[in-house]
């Protein structure tokens, strides 16, 4: 699509007459001959989409938009990416972005072939002021040349052109939920992904689209897996016992059965596989899939969107409300554990609760953090009194033989007190907050302590021995050492994700 690419050796001529600028009249607007485009394009899927056929009716819609006008420099085209990502998360759009404020880029003007292919909402009305600020041009089809964005019918036709685009996205996905919802109610169909821990995927017939079986595609089903199956009810009938999720998988890791990463190391790359975890068990005794019956849309993923040029949110897969689940009518494959052993399981609880059904409040949550290995402490009851605990990212399942640095556990009164005892150590540049800290000395508070302690960034360092406050990295609150206790330089992350160095020890007895 470059001419000048294609200009033999010497052909000084030649690449004038192919990079010379002069302007022509085209439907009443004068508009420059030899600029020089850059292309960009976008396929969204690989599988079930032609890259290369693609690629090529975009190229050639844009070609024959920029005929005569100047030659097409660079290519960009994205393969795999929706248009609803943001264009700084798709590779090729983000290296172009790169180019346009590159004074170096080597092209004038950027051309697409459709908008859809390029744009989703208004990406290309915010994308305008950076092309703008370039002198960098963008020509559409739909505008039949540049766009202009100081004239009011371009304006009008980016929003609507926008508006089409999102609706085209929308009206797919619900036809194809709708569909599927249908294949999971009615069908019991498999509808793809990995089979869940102890199940394995048979061969289930061919597919009920003639064209699809005719091409050989054929559906698939969960069949029990004799290897890990046997260990799915195991761990159904030792939780219906009321042993915790946390026994249980210590008695697995104890025992050296192998974990779902472990089993399954082609679709687990990215993990260790070398034990089983809390999250583990807990997501195995919560797929009602191993009842019998087929589950669609339990999770829904979330990927990064935005109708800016600007990053998005990362793509996280959510859990979705029960109701919105399509269970099938009938059994769809042989189950593992039966319903009322599964609804059963939901309702077992190793934690204990207050006889009243009160709720528990914990003041400090959030403020500490444990001075040995720096992770935020976790709320804990202690003979009915608020407390936390720290025990040093390991969990009960865990072996014991495993465990070095024993647990931390404080109660939230002994902290409370031990930080008003000391109160009178701090100082500070600020009037306002010798005023606050007075009035805490004069009226003792818990729920006055916090906010002080919220209000000013500081993070309590809890040791087996004794308590430290930090202050916020201007040092606007200055913390002297107390002098039964040495003054310690540690560095620990703040409650808002900041490092202080400087300590206040509080002697815990």
């Avoid at 100082?427 to 209000?455: M, W, Y």
């Amino acid at each position: 699509m470059n001419p000048t690419l294609d200009l033999p050796d010497g052909d000084v001529l030649g690449l004038w007459a192919a990079t010379r600028t002069r302007r022509v009249c085209h439907h009443g607007r004068m508009l420059e001959s030899g600029l020089r485009f850059a292309f960009y394009g976008r396929v969204s899927t690989q599988e079930y989409q032609d890259p290369v056929s693609s690629r090529r009716w975009q190229l050639d819609f844009a070609a024959e938009l920029v005929a005569g006008r100047g030659p097409v420099v660079a290519q960009y085209f994205d393969v795999g990416y929706s248009r609803e990502i943001a264009w700084t998360d798709r590779p090729e759009a983000a290296r172009l972005l790169a180019a346009i404020i590159d004074p170096d880029r080597g092209f004038d003007a950027i051309v697409v072939g459709e908008y859809a292919r390029a744009f989703h909402g208004s990406q290309a009305i915010h994308l305008a002021p950076l092309l703008h600020a370039h002198g960098v041009q963008l020509w559409l089809p739909e505008v039949d040349g540049p766009v202009d964005l100081t004239h009011p019918t371009h304006q009008a036709l980016l929003m609507l052109l926008g508006a089409q685009a999102k609706q085209e996205v929308q009206r797919a996905r619900f036809r194809t939920t709708a569909a599927m919802q249908a294949q999971a109610r009615e069908q019991g169909r498999h509808l793809g992904g990995r089979p869940p821990y102890g199940y394995r995927l048979v061969d289930a017939g061919p597919h009920p689209n003639s064209a699809h079986a005719a091409w050989g595609r054929r559906l698939h089903r969960l069949a029990p897996d004799p290897e890990t199956a046997p260990w799915v009810r195991w761990i159904f009938t030792r939780r219906l016992e009321g042993h915790s999720i946390a026994r249980i998988a210590r008695m697995l890791n104890e025992t050296g059965v192998p974990c779902p990463s472990a089993v399954d190391r082609d679709r687990n790359p990215h993990r260790p596989g070398e034990a089983w975890h809390l999250r583990t068990v807990a997501t195995i005794l919560a797929n009602p899939r191993y009842t019998g019956r087929q589950v669609w849309n339990r999770q829904r993923t979330h990927p990064r969107r935005t109708d800016d040029v600007v990053p998005g949110v990362t793509g996280l897969r959510k859990l979705t409300p029960s109701r919105q689940w399509a269970i099938s009518d009938k059994a769809a494959h042989e189950a593992l554990v039966s319903e009322s052993d599964f609804v059963a399981v939901q309702a077992v609880s190793a934690r204990r609760r207050p006889p009243d059904g009160a709720r528990r409040s914990y003041l400090l949550v959030g403020l500490l953090r444990c001075g040995t290995c720096g992770r935020s402490m976790e709320s804990q009851l202690s003979h009915g009194n608020p407390a936390y605990r720290c025990r040093h990212g390991r969990t009960s399942a865990h072996p014991t033989s495993t465990r070095q640095e024993p647990n931390l556990y404080l109660r939230e009164d002994i902290i409370l007190a031990r930080i008003f005892v000391q109160l009178h150590t701090v100082t500070s540049r600020d009037a306002a907050i010798l005023e606050k800290i007075a009035g805490l000395q004069q009226n003792p508070n818990a729920a006055g302590l916090v906010s002080f302690l919220r209000a000013h960034n500081l993070t309590i360092e809890c040791r087996t021995t004794n308590i430290s406050l930090e202050p916020d990295h201007e040092r606007s609150i200055i913390i002297r050492p107390a002098s039964h206790s040495p003054e310690r330089q540690v560095r620990i992350p703040r409650q808002r994700g900041q490092q202080q160095t400087q300590k206040l020890g509080i002697v815990n007895n």
